[in-house]
Nanobody, 126 residues
Framework: QVQLAESGGGVVQAGGSLKIACAASGYIDFIYFMAWFRQAPGKEREEVAGIWPGRGNTLYSDSVKGRFTISLENAKKTLFLQMNSLEPEDTAMYYC???????????????????WGQGTRVTVSS
């Protein structure tokens, strides 16, 4: 089993920056891919960014590309999301997710992930 716990959310003004983190524990060597998702009130959960821990390759949704950076430190133990140039539309609950299977998957699909954190709230004020 893998446990994920997000932290670092808060309130920030538009144009500002925030860095959130996700601490992974348990069978972290089992993790093949990790990602950040977000869910705004009344909306579906959507992908934000993803990373292959073994290779360091990253993926981003078009809405955050160039503004957000996903990174992994401490041998998969901590996943980060650096968010710059924040906009009110970025307001949401942010979740980290992980999967262990190496079989083909669609990273944007929440159903591709077995492990989820409890979320951390990010509010961007205008």
């Amino acid at each position: 089993q893998v446990q994920l716990a997000e932290s670092g959310g808060g309130v920030v003004q538009a144009g500002g920056s925030l860095k959130i983190a996700c601490a992974a524990s348990g069978y972290i060597d089992f993790i093949y891919f990790m990602a950040w998702f977000r869910q705004a009130p009344g909306k579906e959960r959507e992908e934000v960014a993803g990373i292959w821990p073994g290779r360091g390759n990253t993926l981003y949704s078009d809405s955050v590309k160039g503004r957000f950076t996903i990174s992994l430190e401490n041998a998969k133990k901590t996943l980060f999301l650096q968010m710059n140039s924040l906009e009110p539309e970025d307001t949401a609950m942010y979740y980290c997710a992980a999967r262990g299977s190496q079989t083909g998957f669609t990273w944007q699909n929440p159903g591709s992930y077995r492990y989820w954190g409890q979320g951390t709230r990010v509010t961007v004020s205008s």
